[in-house]
């Protein structure tokens, strides 16, 4: 098996136990089937890549850990349905107690680094999965002010509503937690969202949610004067690749520009000729290096790596925000060179 291979090596997770969470979400409590255990070290805002077996034939989606990796709780997912959806009406029609999933290694960057900043996290529907993270990490181990705004249709639909009422309880100095009811409050539009979305100074604002809930939050709190580098964003979507399957043969030009990269992987340092209409994922592939990917289409964050040099233009970016960007981060999957030189990192 080559090196590439080895990335594709795909665990199992059992599942311990369904909490019906609401009418529509369930919670999955995960236990590792096979491979090693250590492969459930996950930061707080990561997500797990599941082979769903869906009715006509299996399909692979990404769900957040609701869990915070300095809890008791076994890793934990939370699915909620989409409306004719195929995996996630699957998982809370099927999953049981015993159920086998193959998936991913933990991946995703929508993980807070400044824990000291007061956090105004803002969640719509199934998007308090990886809020949900944050939040019971944040409360745990860390000290920082915590404003949790949390949209749904109604509150019938509200998930974790009794342990977010005990948290608030809990932690009445460190702990706001406020919702938006579209049954009462009508359609979460951004003018409307304003008075909703108010953020101390310094905040670091986290959202999760619908595409339009997250465009009108995120065009409220810039209203608010929210600096948009505090501004991180975690986008829910179907892949359409299928990560599990072997990779096709990345295709590297022979006839392009090229230029020469520095890459840390692994403690690891190689240096690599990249042509430059080439990414670099493909790249590294070819060289039989284990880069990490999950979607390669620019979706997942899961192939992620900071630029300390030079400049990369990206085909395609649905998930790094402008704060990712600002510190260099990059997506491998769709990364072209255009400079002589580059310096990168795996380090996400
Ligand atoms: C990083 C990440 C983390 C995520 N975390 C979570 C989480 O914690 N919890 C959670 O519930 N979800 C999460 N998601 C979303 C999840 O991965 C799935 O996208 C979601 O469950 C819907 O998948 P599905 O197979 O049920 O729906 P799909 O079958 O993919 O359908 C989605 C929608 O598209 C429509 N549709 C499907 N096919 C077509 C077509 N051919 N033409 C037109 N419309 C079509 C369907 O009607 C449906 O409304 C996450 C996604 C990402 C990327
Ligand atoms: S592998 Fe998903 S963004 Fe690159």
């Known amino acids: 098996?080559?090196?590439?291979?080895?990335?594709?090596?795909?665990?199992?997770?059992?599942?311990?136990?369904?909490?019906?969470?609401?009418a529509d979400a369930v919670s999955l409590?995960?236990?590792?089937?096979?491979?090693?255990?250590?492969?459930?070290?996950?930061?707080?805002?990561?997500?797990?890549?599941?082979?769903?077996?869906?009715?006509?034939?299996?399909?692979?989606?990404c769900y957040s850990l609701s869990s915070s990796p300095h809890s008791d709780t076994p890793p934990t997912i939370t699915v909620k349905r989409v409306p004719d959806g195929r995996a996630s009406n699957w998982i809370c029609d099927n999953a049981s107690p015993g159920s086998?999933?193959?998936?991913?290694?933990?991946?995703?960057?929508?993980?807070?680094?400044?824990?000291s900043a007061p956090f105004l996290l803002v969640a719509g529907g199934s998007g308090i999965t990886p809020i949900m993270s944050i939040?019971?990490?944040?409360?745990?181990?860390?000290?920082?002010?915590?404003?949790?705004?949390?949209?749904?249709?109604?509150?019938?639909?509200?998930?974790?509503?009794?342990?977010?009422?005990?948290?608030?309880r809990d932690h009445p100095d460190r702990l706001t937690v406020t919702h938006w009811l579209e049954s009462e409050s009508g359609?979460?539009?951004?003018?409307?969202?304003?008075?909703?979305?108010?953020?101390?100074?310094?905040?670091?604002?986290?959202?999760?949610?619908?595409?339009?809930?997250?465009?009108?939050?995120?065009?409220?709190?810039?209203?608010?004067?929210?600096?948009?580098?505090?501004?991180?964003?975690?986008?829910?979507t179907s892949l359409t690749t299928d990560p599990f399957s072997a990779a096709p043969a990345p295709v590297i030009s022979e006839s392009a520009t090229t230029a020469t990269a520095t890459v840390e992987l692994d403690d690891?340092?190689?240096?690599?000729?990249?042509?430059?209409?080439?990414v670099l994922l493909d790249v590294l592939l070819a060289e039989g290096l284990d880069a990490p990917y999950v979607c390669r289409e620019g979706t997942c964050g899961g192939c992620a790596f900071t630029l300390r040099r030079g400049e990369?233009?990206?085909?395609?970016?649905?998930?790094?925000?402008?704060?990712?960007?600002?510190?260099?981060?990059?997506?491998?999957?769709?990364?072209?060179?255009?400079?002589?030189?580059?310096?990168?990192?795996?380090?996400?």
């Open 135 to 168: 939040l019971r990490t944040a409360l745990a181990i860390h000290d920082n002010p915590i404003t949790l705004a949390y949209a749904n249709r109604d509150a019938a639909s509200v998930i974790f509503t009794r342990e977010l009422d005990a948290l608030a």
């Open 1 to 22: 098996m080559s090196a590439t291979d080895l990335h594709r090596l795909a665990y199992q997770v059992k599942v311990r136990d369904v909490i019906q969470e609401t």
């Open 312 to 348: 990369v233009h990206m085909r395609e970016n649905h998930t790094l925000d402008q704060h990712d960007l600002a510190r260099g981060t990059r997506l491998a999957c769709q990364s072209e060179p255009r400079s002589d030189t580059l310096d990168i990192v795996f380090d996400q």
């Open 268 to 278: 690891e340092t190689h240096s690599i000729t990249w042509p430059d209409d080439t």
């Open 29 to 61: 409590t995960l236990d590792a089937a096979t491979g090693p255990t250590a492969s459930f070290d996950y930061r707080p805002g990561q997500f797990l890549t599941l082979r769903v077996p869906c009715q006509d034939g299996p399909l692979t989606r």
């Open 187 to 236: 359609r979460p539009t951004a003018a409307a969202l304003r008075s909703w979305l108010t953020a101390a100074p310094r905040s670091h604002a986290y959202l999760c949610g619908p595409a339009p809930f997250m465009a009108a939050a995120r065009t409220a709190l810039e209203a608010n004067g929210l600096d948009a580098a505090h501004l991180h964003a975690e986008v829910f």
């Open 100 to 115: 086998v999933f193959d998936v991913l290694l933990p991946s995703g960057g929508f993980v807070p680094r400044d824990w």
